[in-house]
């Protein structure tokens, strides 16, 4: 007989948000004079987040790091009947054995970004651990609505893995690697891969993913109008890709990935989210039950971060443990 019992979460009384690091006080007011709770391109009124530290453009000067990488941006197929997904490579100068590879999907809500979105991190991540990074641009919400992101991405992450050897990648140790929509996109990703028989990855490196279009989380609804992509914004989010469907029974995992029922077979995870936004719980949940289906996951909360504090506040301690946090893990994963 089902448990027909409420959900203890979503009866207890909710308190208030949890307080901001004092150290990410400053940088939150100064963010918020660009990007306005309840914006971030999925409400055009809202600002695009133009001139929010960590999203900026970033040349081919810039990616190549005086010498150290090559980059290039390759057009290869796309999903069936859709066009061409562009792709950026950026492959160390001086491998001479194929390396272990990053495909990084970008963030923006599903509605706005482009490939060269985070890189900074990943190149960091690159350069120390020896490894190429693949950046995919996959078609933006309202525009193209679910499926057609996550196809994008699936089929240049197939096209990655097909390619590996001309590209000096080692097709067994492809990390997908992903942000806020960039994160949930790569959880889809990654179960399309296991359900679709391959690519084989070798693990998933989720930072703050945006994983449920439910938006009703003891945290979604704690921070709504405060911090960085607040609920407002996320419902926003999650309506341009979704639409009608938003929120509703039929909603596939491909597209929210907390909606799977089976995270069985699934390579090790990195998730980590702020303890002060919107993605909180939603997040935690999912690691939670990563480790319930008998899988690998490492969870971090970092305690009054909000939403892309690394990137955003990228000098604060609570980023700099988060960005040697995930240095680490990857580090312990490719030394298997």
Same mark, same amino acid.
């Given at each position: 007989?089902?448990?027909?019992?409420?959900?203890?979460?979503?009866?207890?009384?909710?308190?208030?948000?949890?307080?901001?690091?004092?150290?990410?006080?400053?940088?939150?007011?100064?963010?918020?004079?660009?990007?306005?709770?309840?914006?971030?391109?999925?409400?055009?009124?809202?600002?695009?987040?133009?001139?929010?530290?960590?999203?900026?453009?970033?040349?081919?000067?810039?990616?190549?790091?005086?010498?150290?990488?090559?980059?290039?941006?390759?057009?290869?197929?796309?999903?069936?009947?859709?066009?061409?997904?562009?792709?950026?490579?950026?492959?160390?100068?001086?491998?001479?054995?194929?390396?272990?590879?990053?495909?990084?999907?970008?963030?923006?809500?599903?509605?706005?970004?482009?490939?060269?979105?985070?890189?900074?991190?990943?190149?960091?991540?690159?350069?120390?651990?020896?490894?190429?990074?693949?950046?995919?641009?996959?078609?933006?919400?309202?525009?193209?609505?679910?499926?057609?992101?996550?196809?994008?991405?699936?089929?240049?992450?197939?096209?990655?893995?097909?390619?590996?050897? &001309?590209?000096?990648?080692?097709? /067994? +140790? @492809?990390?997908?690697? *992903? %942000? #806020? $929509?960039?994160?949930?996109?790569?959880?889809?990703?990654?179960?399309?891969?296991?359900?679709?028989?391959?690519?084989?990855?070798?693990?998933?490196?989720?930072?703050?993913?945006?994983?449920?279009?439910?938006?009703?989380?003891?945290?979604?609804?704690?921070?709504?109008?405060?911090?960085?992509?607040?609920?407002?914004?996320?419902?926003?989010?999650?309506?341009?890709?979704?639409?009608?469907?938003?929120?509703?029974?039929?909603?596939?995992?491909?597209?929210?990935?907390?909606?799977?029922?089976?995270?069985?077979?699934?390579?090790?995870?990195?998730?980590?989210?702020?303890?002060?936004?919107?993605?909180?719980? &939603?997040?935690?949940?999912?690691? /939670? +039950? @990563?480790?319930?289906? *008998? %899988? #690998? $996951?490492?969870?971090?909360?970092?305690?009054?971060?909000?939403?892309?504090?690394?990137?955003?506040?990228?000098?604060?301690?609570?980023?700099?443990?988060?960005?040697?946090?995930?240095?680490?893990?990857?580090?312990?994963?490719?030394?298997?």
């Amino acid at each position: 007989m089902a448990n027909t019992s409420p959900d203890p979460a979503a009866t207890a009384p909710l308190g208030p948000p949890p307080p901001f690091d004092p150290e990410l006080i400053a940088p939150l007011a100064a963010i918020g004079e660009i990007l306005r709770p309840g914006g971030s391109g999925a409400d055009p009124e809202a600002g695009d987040g133009q001139g929010v530290p960590g999203m900026e453009t970033l040349t081919n000067e810039d990616l190549e790091r005086d010498g150290a990488f090559l980059v290039e941006e390759r057009s290869v197929p796309g999903p069936a009947d859709a066009p061409e997904v562009s792709l950026l490579i950026c492959r160390l100068a001086d491998a001479a054995t194929p390396t272990p590879a990053l495909y990084h999907i970008h963030g923006g809500g599903m509605t706005v970004g482009h490939n060269r979105l985070g890189m900074p991190e990943l190149l960091d991540l690159a350069q120390e651990l020896r490894l190429a990074v693949v950046s995919v641009e996959y078609r933006l919400a309202p525009g193209t609505r679910h499926p057609g992101p996550v196809e994008d991405c699936y089929a240049g992450l197939r096209w990655t893995a097909e390619h590996a050897e &001309e590209l000096g990648i080692d097709p /067994g +140790r @492809i990390v997908v690697v *992903g %942000g #806020s $929509a960039g994160g949930g996109l790569g959880a889809a990703v990654t179960l399309l891969a296991r359900d679709r028989g391959g690519p084989a990855l070798f693990g998933q490196l989720l930072m703050c993913p945006m994983l449920d279009d439910r938006n009703d989380t003891p945290s979604a609804r704690q921070m709504t109008g405060i911090g960085v992509w607040d609920r407002a914004a996320n419902e926003a989010g999650w309506t341009a890709l979704l639409g009608d469907a938003r929120g509703g029974d039929d909603v596939s995992p491909y597209a929210a990935p907390a909606r799977a029922t089976d995270l069985s077979g699934l390579p090790p995870a990195f998730i980590d989210v702020g303890s002060a936004e919107t993605f909180r719980d &939603e997040d935690v949940d999912y690691a /939670g +039950r @990563i480790w319930r289906a *008998g %899988g #690998s $996951a490492e969870l971090h909360v970092w305690s009054g971060a909000f939403h892309g504090f690394g990137g955003m506040a990228p000098q604060a301690a609570v980023s700099r443990d988060a960005r040697e946090a995930r240095r680490r893990w990857l580090r312990r994963l490719l030394a298997r």
